[in-house]
């Protein structure tokens, strides 16, 4: 009889050891009060909607930066006194220009055009009035062309003129009309009546041409016609 005593004491210290266990284990699956579980889904839709928007700002951005560079890269191309393509500007065109006339086997005319006595007025009467006298021949260019053809300024007192489609007798022709256009120019400073005037050279375009060798070219013709025009005046001033 003893023996069995035993083994239900074992039995029963087993049991109690189990109980034990169970109760410390059970703190680790409890849920505190007052907290509530996260409804499922809402994580995923406040981060989807967050990286939408964050994808919404980074494209705006982009957008804006994107029209910035457009905007510098127009006025580095621009002369800002006289809102026409600077040299780097009309280096471009005409560039472009000579590729469309070698793919379709068009024809133009490049004009180098310098203005004569432009140094003496700003001597005489300073670089305003010079400036003002630049208008002016950019007012009488663009109304000698058409809106497909570019008039730019290749620096100081040196413009270039692209003109599409023109044989050697009309580009010429051209040359001769511009430089009548500028010499019919008259100003008023301090008093005193100004005249300019302007020496063009020209050099033709077609699928053959090379822009640096065209503008070389033109610049050369321009040089030996203002050798022809020295014999005119340099600049009259006449009191009122």
Not at 117 to 124: G, Q
Not at 164 to 178: G, H, S, Y
Not at 227 to 238: G, M, Q, S, T, Y
């Amino acid at each position: 009889m003893k023996k069995p005593k035993r083994a239900s004491a074992a039995k029963a210290k087993k049991g109690r050891k189990t109980s034990a266990s169970r109760s410390k284990a059970a703190p680790k699956h409890s849920v505190r009060r007052g907290v509530k579980a996260p409804r499922r889904g809402a994580s995923a839709d406040d981060g989807g909607n967050d990286g939408a928007k964050v994808i919404r700002g980074l494209r705006t951005k982009l957008k804006q930066a994107l029209q910035r560079v457009a905007e510098l890269e127009a006025a580095a191309d621009t002369d800002f006194l006289l809102e026409i393509p600077n040299r780097r500007g009309f280096e471009r065109e005409l560039t472009r220009a000579i590729a469309y006339m070698k793919r379709y086997h068009a024809s133009g005319a490049l004009i180098v055009l310098d203005v004569d006595r432009l140094k003496p007025i700003n001597d005489s009467f300073g670089h305003a009035a010079g400036d003002a006298v630049l208008k002016a021949i950019v007012g009488a260019l663009t109304r000698q062309v058409r809106a497909s053809d570019v008039v730019g300024r290749l620096g100081g007192d040196e413009f270039a003129l692209l003109l599409w489609n023109l044989n050697e007798t009309d580009a010429k022709a051209k040359a001769a009309v511009l430089e009548q256009a500028i010499d019919e120019l008259s100003f008023v400073f301090h008093g005193q009546h100004v005249t300019a005037g302007a020496s063009a050279g020209v050099a033709l375009l077609g699928a053959q041409s090379d822009a640096g060798r065209a503008l070389e070219e033109a610049d050369a013709a321009m040089y030996v016609r203002k050798a022809c025009r020295r014999h005119e005046p340099r600049i009259r001033l006449v009191s009122n």
